[in-house]
């Protein structure tokens, strides 16, 4: 049994593993250089899913972490943060159109819930939407996709591992990892502070390839700013996701919207200090793209602009357990935290403690992204 573990990061990733760490008997520190759910977790679509994703483990990965939220919704009744309401997609070209009729052979083939709609079919799911937006069939539907509220399923998790005696370390970034005799030692903070480590998991999204150099690790990285708008509340009933041909949309609770376009991640600009800020007319154009949709939505504004870094291995794949040659050292970090945490971070406290995962993780391992470079 592993006495101390420490988890880097107290994003989605973060607090699964630490409350699957705890659960399991295992003395837990979370450490964090900003707030628990302050980087890149509070600031995603955060839409579950396994649409379109390949090759075949992972989109079987992906269902299992779906899985995975609806067994803990099921636990949390009141927890408010699940919201499998469903997903509508559609395109406007002919390219795009037979780019999404492939996807949903393909996902259909794998057993996947799926199915296709016309006009009036999705106005009854989306009354407010303006059914002159939408075409007259082509429309697919993805009846178990949805959306998760992650600061409040972060909280959730965190409490749970905290109540277990786990400590949370929030604004205290790790800035050395002591590695002996073929293992991780011990954590330093920039407080000076000193972590004893029997385990050490790698939570850091898009820090990762940062905390994995102090390892002696190169981990292939290829992230990407991602820009989401919230509305202010609308007047306007959106209960599923949406991913129209020029805006993809969600409910964000409070009757706001939560609004993304790729043109308005190319928007975002970083100044030599290292502030970020996002065009306004571009911020402006994604709203409009909105109201398009539902008209409802009015006269509301942005009412803020969140960005945030999306952690991307180099090869798109997550990067999850153990280290052949550092093996008391483990990775938890993926582009898709919002469907995986849960089912992958179980995994990976589960090998953190000892216990053979390679039936599950052996297509995601470090050694293969490591190969990529």
Same mark, same amino acid.
């Given at each position: 049994m592993v006495a101390n573990a420490v988890v880097i990061g107290a994003g989605l990733y973060g607090a699964a593993v630490a409350a699957s760490l705890t659960r399991r008997g295992a003395r837990v520190t979370v450490v964090d250089a900003g707030s628990p759910g302050g980087?890149?977790?509070?600031? $995603?679509?955060?839409?579950?899913?396994?649409?379109?994703?390949?090759? +075949?483990?992972?989109?079987?990965?992906?269902? =299992? *972490?779906?899985?995975?939220? +609806? +067994?803990l919704a099921a636990d949390v009744p009141h927890g408010g943060w699940y919201h499998e309401t469903g997903n509508l997609e559609w395109a406007a070209t002919d390219a795009d159109r037979e780019a999404l009729a492939r996807k949903v052979a393909a996902v259909l083939d794998y057993g996947y819930e799926a199915r296709w709609l016309g006009r009036a079919e999705a106005s009854d799911l989306e009354p407010d939407l303006d059914p002159a937006a939408l075409p007259e069939e082509g429309i697919a539907y993805f009846p178990r996709e949805g959306w998760v509220e992650p600061v409040r399923l972060i909280g959730h998790l965190l409490s749970t591992a905290a109540s277990a005696g786990a400590e949370v370390v929030p604004g205290d970034a790790v800035t050395g990892l002591e590695v002996s005799a073929g293992a991780v030692r011990a954590v330093r903070l920039a407080s000076g502070r000193r972590l004893p480590a029997d385990a050490v998991v790698n939570c850091a999204g898009p820090q990762a390839a940062r905390i994995a150099e102090l390892a002696g690790l190169a981990l292939p990285m290829r992230n990407t700013r991602g820009v989401l708008v919230r509305t202010s509340p609308v007047a306007a009933a959106v209960a599923r996701v949406i991913h129209a041909p020029h805006v993809h949309l969600r409910p964000d609770g409070g009757g706001r919207l939560l609004l993304h376009t790729p043109e308005v991640d190319g928007a975002a600009r970083v100044s030599e200090t290292g502030e970020v800020s996002v065009d306004r007319s571009a911020v402006r154009e994604v709203v409009e793209a909105?109201?398009?949709?539902?008209? #409802? !939505?009015?006269?509301?504004?942005? =009412?803020?602009? +969140?960005?945030?870094?999306?952690? !991307?291995?180099?090869? #798109?794949?997550?990067? %999850?357990?153990?280290?052949? *040659?550092?093996?008391?050292?483990?990775?938890?970090?993926?582009?898709? #935290?919002? $469907?995986?945490? %849960?089912?992958?971070?179980?995994?990976v406290a589960a090998e953190a403690l000892g216990e053979d995962r390679d039936d599950a993780l052996a297509p995601f391992r470090f050694e293969r992204s490591a190969a990529v470079h």
């Open positions: 980087g890149t977790s509070g600031a $995603t679509f955060s839409w579950t899913n396994s649409c379109g994703k390949q090759p +075949r483990s992972y989109h079987d990965f992906s269902v =299992e *972490g779906m899985a995975a939220h +609806r +067994r909105g109201r398009a949709l539902y008209p #409802g !939505i009015g006269a509301a504004s942005a =009412e803020s602009v +969140r960005v945030g870094e999306r952690p !991307i291995p180099e090869d #798109g794949l997550p990067v %999850l357990g153990r280290v052949l *040659g550092l093996p008391n050292f483990h990775f938890a970090v993926s582009h898709s #935290g919002a $469907t995986l945490s %849960l089912h992958a971070g179980d995994l």
